[in-house]
């Protein structure tokens, strides 16, 4: 029992000393927080995404277990720390892709391909326990959660590529870059070839579709303008008129 | 305007000066301006005699509450002429598969019993199933406790009965312009006499209507001259390719048949025990191919569309080879023959002949007007709504606008109201638009669940279709909203 306790904490102190950083004297409770779920997400891929996660960082850190108290939302604190991350990701990898092309500034294309790409190599140390995130994404009290952030990171992905548009492109765009970039992302959880080659097939494949298909977007468009024409005229055979 | 001045006038000067006596001369000048003009006035004028709006002037002339109201049918055609088939074997390619809800409507109209019923056929069953996948659903009229789910009917034959029915039976009620075209573009009475009544000019005469009805169909010049409102959706890039074959008539024909191609569905609709009617979903090269060939080789075609994988279909109708489809189809189902229990698979009737003449293509498009009315005009039928033929709704959906729009007149009748005034209008918008956009969006998204070979989208519509067709409660509940007898909202 003894040799057991001491080589678990022999462990801990070794992961201890792995950590990327400490919390420092005198923190704030939000930093305290933030510091706790950024350790709990390097721990993802030991736990999973758990509430024990969550309680090992704490541990980790030297505080009771019972800090997960600080992550009222469990897994989903952790997974956000995660999307919150990815932009950032990807904002760096913009602005090395900018570095890279120096005068010739890159393709609406080339910039949203190069994203997603960067995003999910973002992934990588994680992949293998995302299908428990997925699970937990999917939950209905989850979903808007789980939609915000999906909308957040393709907007911001055709953001930094330059898109301007203003009018149902702009929801068309969105939802069909949604589509590959989330397909892509499962294809992930399961792709096992050296270096994920057969998942990069996978997104430039899927590009492809859209691009062939530039009457998806327009498919896309036309089904959107048909409800909204729909419900416009609704509204006006009940006299509201607009 | 000066007419009724001089008649006033005139009027003053004849008579002693009394209160009295300048009102009789005031009403004696109106009655004097009416007749200075020569435009005819009608409180209903229905512009369009289709089978919409013919069964819209059957609806009024049997309305008691509009017994004294004014009702004219105008129509470019000549409304004397009745369609009679060649022989008895013959059939119109313009066929439509009514919902019982509609056949209840002509019912009443007494339309339905002047058609003789070799000319109409109730099918109890539909099959419909996917060429990508083995996904099928089978509907069945006894599930719903009907005698039907729905009725073959040509619309020649249609709007011949409705037309005698009028003739026979209404002719004092309504006013029947035949041969009657009407100078475009529509425009409104503006002399202020009237309340911006529109104003059909037809050469010979005018006609001033209180409320106009738009029935002329597709290209309505009601909805583009008065209403003018978009006419939004989208175009299919298909076309329907109808035919009327001769089918094998030892199985008996009272079932409805639905393959989805990739390309578009596939429906074979029964008419009689030996004959059915063919509307095929397709590109309009494959179309105008298939609509070219000989009789025995569009014969095999059409066997082998029901049947075969989509790819060796894509084969027949594409343009790289040129084959003799006829002799293909024969050695291909000599293969078949060997790997297909053909007592367990269901197939639809073997087709043995085409008509002549009868393959026929038109361009299929989605249309939805955003207003059904404006300012005394109101459309229904066609004028409103275009939808794919996938689920035999056209009609329907434009004898539920006419039946809708008779109730709301007889309504507004029945308390006095301005026929025309929008408040009435309004009422029928409000009821129908959105029981039509329901169904057009529901036809629509079919199509396109339908309209692809992608793996995954084939693999989950197979998945619903299968869990559909197991699903009673639910596949009750869309039988109903589909046969008319339940709104779909």
């Given at each position: 029992?003894r040799?057991?306790?001491?080589?678990?904490?022999?462990a801990?102190r070794l992961?201890?000393?792995?950590?990327m950083?400490?919390?420092?004297?005198?923190?704030?409770?939000?930093?305290?927080?933030?510091?706790l779920l950024?350790t709990?997400?390097?721990?993802?891929?030991?736990?999973?995404?758990?509430?024990?996660?969550?309680?090992?960082?704490?541990k980790?850190?030297?505080y009771?277990?019972?800090?997960?108290?600080l992550?009222p939302?469990?897994?989903?604190?952790?997974i956000?720390v995660l999307?919150?991350d990815?932009i950032?990701?990807i904002?760096?990898a913009?602005?090395e892709?900018l570095?890279?092309s120096?005068e010739?500034?890159?393709?609406m294309t080339?910039?949203v391909?190069?994203l997603?790409?960067a995003?999910?190599e973002?992934?990588?140390?994680?992949?293998r326990?995302?299908?428990?995130a997925?699970?937990?994404?999917?939950?209905p009290?989850n979903l808007p959660?789980?939609?915000?952030h999906?909308?957040?990171l393709?907007?911001?992905?055709?953001h930094l590529?330059?898109?301007?548009?203003?009018?149902?492109?702009?929801y068309?765009k969105?939802a069909?870059?949604a589509g590959?970039?989330?397909?892509?992302?499962l294809?992930?959880?399961?792709?096992?070839s050296p270096?994920f080659?057969?998942t990069?097939?996978?997104?430039n494949?899927?590009?492809?579709?859209?691009?062939k298909?530039g009457?998806?977007a327009?498919d896309v468009?036309?089904?959107?303008?048909?409800?909204?024409?729909n419900?416009?005229?609704i509204?006006?055979?009940?006299?509201?008129?607009f | 305007?000066?007419?009724t001045?001089?008649?006033?006038?005139?009027g003053?000067a004849a008579r002693?000066w009394?209160?009295?006596?300048t009102?009789?001369?005031?009403r004696?000048a109106?009655?004097?301006s009416?007749r200075?003009?020569?435009?005819d006035?009608?409180d209903?004028?229905?512009?369009g005699?289709g089978?919409a709006g013919?069964?819209?002037?059957?609806?009024l002339?049997?309305?008691?509450?509009?017994?004294?109201?004014?009702?004219?049918?105008i129509?470019s055609a000549d409304?004397?002429?009745r369609?009679?088939?060649?022989t008895d074997d013959?059939?119109?390619?313009?066929?439509?598969?009514?919902?019982?809800?509609?056949v209840q409507?002509?019912?009443?109209?007494?339309?339905?019993?002047?058609?003789?019923?070799?000319?109409?056929h109730?099918?109890?069953?539909?099959?419909?199933?996917?060429?990508c996948?083995?996904?099928?659903?089978?509907f069945?009229a006894?599930?719903?406790s009907?005698?039907?789910?729905?009725?073959?009917i040509?619309?020649?034959?249609?709007?011949?009965a409705?037309?005698?029915?009028l003739?026979a039976?209404?002719?004092?009620?309504i006013?029947?312009?035949?041969?009657?075209?009407?100078?475009?573009?529509?425009?409104?009475?503006d002399s202020?006499?009237?309340?911006?009544?529109?104003?059909?000019?037809?050469?010979?005469?005018k006609i001033a209507a209180?409320?106009?009805v738009g029935?002329?169909?597709?290209?309505?010049?009601?909805?583009s001259?008065?209403?003018r409102?978009?006419?939004?959706?989208?175009d299919?890039?298909?076309v329907?390719l109808?035919a009327?074959v001769a089918?094998?008539?030892?199985?008996?024909?009272?079932?409805a048949?639905?393959?989805?191609l990739?390309t578009g569905?596939?429906a074979?609709l029964?008419?009689?025990?030996?004959h059915?009617?063919l509307?095929?979903?397709?590109?309009p090269?494959?179309?105008?191919?298939a609509?070219?060939?000989?009789?025995?080789?569009?014969?095999?075609?059409?066997?082998?569309?029901?049947?075969?994988?989509?790819a060796?279909l894509?084969?027949?109708?594409?343009?790289?080879?040129?084959l003799?489809?006829?002799e293909?189809?024969e050695?291909?189902?000599?293969?078949?023959?060997?790997?297909?229990?053909?007592?367990?698979?269901?197939?639809p009737?073997?087709v043995?002949?085409v008509?002549?003449?009868?393959?026929?293509a038109?361009p299929?498009r989605?249309?939805?007007s955003m207003?059904?009315?404006?300012?005394?005009?109101?459309?229904?039928?066609?004028?409103?709504?275009?939808?794919?033929?996938?689920?035999?709704q056209?009609?329907n959906?434009?004898?539920?606008?006419?039946?809708c729009l008779?109730?709301?007149?007889?309504?507004?009748?029945?308390?006095?109201?301005?026929?025309g005034h929008?408040?009435?209008?309004?009422?029928y918008?409000?009821?129908?638009y959105?029981?039509n956009?329901?169904?057009?969006?529901?036809c629509d998204a079919?199509?396109h669940?339908?309209?692809?070979d992608?793996?995954p989208?084939?693999w989950i519509?197979?998945?619903g279709?299968?869990r559909?067709?197991?699903l009673d409660?639910?596949?009750?509940?869309?039988m109903r909203a589909?046969?008319?007898?339940v709104s779909?909202?």
């Open positions: 029992m040799a057991a306790t001491t080589a678990s904490m022999a801990r992961a201890a000393a792995r950590l950083s400490t919390i420092p004297e005198g923190a704030n409770i939000n930093e305290i927080r933030q510091q950024r709990a997400l390097q721990l993802v891929p030991e736990y999973s995404f758990t509430d024990k996660t969550i309680s090992e960082a704490a980790l850190h030297e009771p277990s019972t800090l997960r108290g992550a939302n469990g897994a989903r604190d952790v956000e999307f919150e990815g950032e990701h904002r760096q913009h602005a892709l570095a890279v120096g010739k500034k890159p393709g080339k910039v391909t190069h997603s790409r995003r999910l973002y992934m990588i140390p994680y992949i326990q995302w299908p428990d997925v699970q937990l994404l999917a939950h009290t959660f789980a939609l915000h999906l909308h957040k393709v907007d911001e992905m055709w590529a330059g898109d301007k548009s203003f009018d149902t492109n702009y068309s969105r069909l870059l590959v970039y989330t397909s892509t992302e294809f992930m959880t399961k792709d096992q270096g080659e057969q990069w097939e996978f997104l494949a899927r590009f492809r579709d859209t691009a298909v009457k998806a327009s468009k036309t089904t959107l303008e048909w409800g909204a024409n419900l416009k005229g509204l006006m055979s009940r006299g509201i008129r | 305007m000066l007419p001045l001089a008649a006033t006038a005139r003053l002693p009394t209160a009295a006596a009102v009789s001369a005031t004696a109106v009655t004097c009416h200075a003009f020569s435009t006035y009608a209903v004028a229905i512009l005699s089978v013919a069964a819209l002037a059957c609806a002339a049997q309305a008691p509450e509009l017994a004294a109201h004014k009702i004219a049918l129509d409304l004397t002429r369609y009679s088939p060649a013959h059939w119109s390619n313009r066929v439509v598969s009514l919902t019982p809800r509609s409507f002509l019912q009443d109209l007494g339309v339905w019993d002047a058609i003789p019923s070799t000319r109409q109730p099918y109890e069953h539909m099959k419909v199933w996917d060429a996948s083995n996904g099928r659903a089978d069945s006894e599930t719903v009907s005698p039907a789910i729905a009725y073959m040509e619309v020649p034959y249609l709007q011949s409705l037309l005698e029915v003739s039976q209404h002719a004092d009620r006013t029947v312009h035949s041969n009657a075209t009407v100078a475009t573009p529509l425009a409104r009475d202020g006499d009237t309340d911006a009544y529109p104003l059909l000019d037809l050469g010979s005469e209180r409320v106009l029935s002329d169909g597709a290209n309505s010049r009601v909805r001259d008065l209403v409102t978009q006419f939004f959706g989208r299919y890039g298909r329907g109808v009327t089918i094998d008539p030892t199985q008996g024909n009272a079932t048949w639905q393959r989805f990739p569905p596939l074979m029964p008419l009689s025990d030996t059915s009617s509307v095929w979903t397709l590109p090269a494959m179309a105008a191919k609509a070219a060939l000989p009789e025995d080789q569009f014969v095999a075609l059409v066997n082998a569309a029901f049947f075969y994988p989509p060796e894509a084969v027949f109708l594409g343009n790289e080879l040129d003799d489809i006829a293909e189809v050695w291909r189902d000599e293969v078949y023959e060997h790997g297909v229990d053909l007592d367990r698979v269901v197939l009737p073997y043995e002949g008509q002549d003449g009868s393959r026929a038109f299929l989605l249309r939805h207003e059904y009315t404006a300012h005394r005009a109101v459309l229904v039928g066609d004028a409103a709504h275009l939808i794919h033929p996938l689920a035999g056209g009609l959906l434009g004898l539920g606008d006419v039946e008779s109730r709301t007149f007889r309504d507004a009748a029945s308390t006095g109201q301005d026929l929008a408040h009435v209008l309004e009422t918008a409000r009821e129908r959105p029981v956009a329901a169904m057009l969006t529901a079919l199509h669940l339908f309209g692809t992608a793996a989208v084939a519509r197979s998945f279709l299968n559909f067709n197991q409660l639910v596949k009750r509940t869309v589909t046969m008319g007898e779909m909202l």
